[in-house]
């Protein structure tokens, strides 16, 4: 029995935001009326220190090129840093990392009033995107594409920062649950963290 408070918000979401999604969310293919730009390339990537997680936010690390900072990697975006990663504390690492990307779009897509999406086909868990040091879009759930008005955020025929946060963790209510133990191994006193559920990050950047 649906009572009637559910059945308004069904409708307020129906007529609300369904449509308002449903324009955005399209599956980016190029069409009479529609440009496609892919992101993917090497990303400039950098870790939090597991003790501060907080240092990206407080000391603005979404408005720094990750060059004038230091201890930075080139990372290829799309893929996962816990797979690829040759060095141990990127591959075991859960928590705040950053990734970085610098690129063009052209001036005539504000001349014609185009309408700009940044889409991420999956980012795994939570994300925080921004786009020239202001806020774009935040999503939390691994393995689901959303998307981001980019359009006023844009600089048309110059250089573009895009600066995401990603936080890996898995907790018993993130999607796809998981987590994260530290244990001490037998042969080393070293603390190594289990995977319960792998942790991809792939981040797919279509404009
Ligand atoms: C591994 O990555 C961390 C984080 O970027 C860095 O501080 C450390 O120097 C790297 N280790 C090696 C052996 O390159
Ligand atoms: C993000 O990372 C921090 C520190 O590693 C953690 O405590 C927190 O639960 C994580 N998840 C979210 C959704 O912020």
């Not at 308002?20 to 990303?43: C, D, F, K, M, Q």
């Not at 816990?82 to 690129?103: A, H, L, M, P």
């Not at 649950?177 to 950047?205: A, D, F, H, M, P």
Request: net charge neutral.
């Amino acid at each position: 029995m649906v009572r009637p408070s559910e059945t308004a918000m069904f409708l307020l979401l129906v007529t609300f935001v369904a449509p308002s999604l449903a324009s955005n969310i399209l599956y980016p293919v190029e069409s009479e009326s529609r440009e496609l730009r892919t992101l993917h390339g090497l990303w400039n990537f950098k870790i939090s220190p597991l003790s501060n997680q907080q240092i990206g936010f407080d000391k603005k690390w979404y408005a720094e090129r990750f060059e004038t900072l230091g201890d930075y990697w080139k990372m290829p975006v799309p893929s996962s840093y816990n797979d690829i990663s040759t060095n141990s504390t990127i591959r075991d690492y859960v928590g705040w990392s950053w990734y970085q990307y610098e690129f063009y779009v052209p001036k005539r897509w504000t001349d014609d009033q185009l309408n700009v999406f940044l889409r991420f086909g999956s980012v795994h868990f939570k994300s925080i995107v921004w786009l020239n040091g202001q806020l774009c879009v935040e999503h939390e759930g691994g393995h689901l594409p959303f998307v981001g008005d980019a359009t006023r955020f844009l600089k048309y025929g110059e250089s573009n920062l895009i600066v995401v946060a990603v936080n890996n963790t898995l907790r018993p209510d993130t999607i796809p649950q998981g987590y994260t133990k530290s244990r001490t191994t037998r042969t080393s006193i070293q603390k190594v963290i289990e995977y319960i559920l792998t942790s991809l990050i792939t981040l797919i950047i279509l404009v």
